[in-house]
């Protein structure tokens, strides 16, 4: 069992940044690979991007690639989503998830991930 907690969301003007975190307490951390996932209203949750058990392997939607950053520090057992110009399509409730069960895993979808935080809201106003 592995407990996830988000941490960072907020408002911010179309253009600006945010820095997500997601800590993670329970089993060893370097067990999961971690995932960061977002919902808008009435759209289904969506794939941001993951990394994969010691960070030597990140991974990313198209919407996202070269704004947003993901990283870990497992001395901390943290996750983070470091968010570059932001627009206003990127408003959703985002969601740390941790997965692990696969030797290869598929990054990208949300049947990888076992455990999920209770999400933090992002909007970016235009």
């Known amino acids: 069992q592995v407990q996830l907690v988000e941490s960072g969301g907020g408002f911010v003007q179309a253009g600006g940044s945010l820095r997500l975190s997601c800590a993670a307490s329970?089993?060893?951390?370097?067990?999961?690979?971690m995932g960061w996932f977002r919902q808008a209203p009435g759209k289904e949750r969506e794939f941001v991007a993951a990394?994969?058990?010691?960070?030597?392997?990140?991974y990313y939607a198209n919407s996202v690639k070269g704004r947003f950053t993901i990283s870990r520090d497992n001395a901390k057992n943290t996750v983070y989503l470091q968010m570059n110009s932001l627009r206003p399509e990127d408003t959703a409730v985002y969601y740390c998830?941790?997965?692990?069960?696969?030797?290869?895993?598929?990054?990208?979808?949300?049947?990888?991930?076992?455990?999920w935080g209770l999400g933090t809201q992002v909007t970016a106003t235009s």
């Open positions: 990394i994969s058990r010691y960070g030597a392997s990140t």
């Open positions: 998830a941790a997965g692990g069960r696969s030797d290869t895993p598929n990054y990208y979808s949300t049947q990888t991930y076992d455990y």
């Open positions: 329970g089993r060893t951390f370097t067990t999961y690979i």
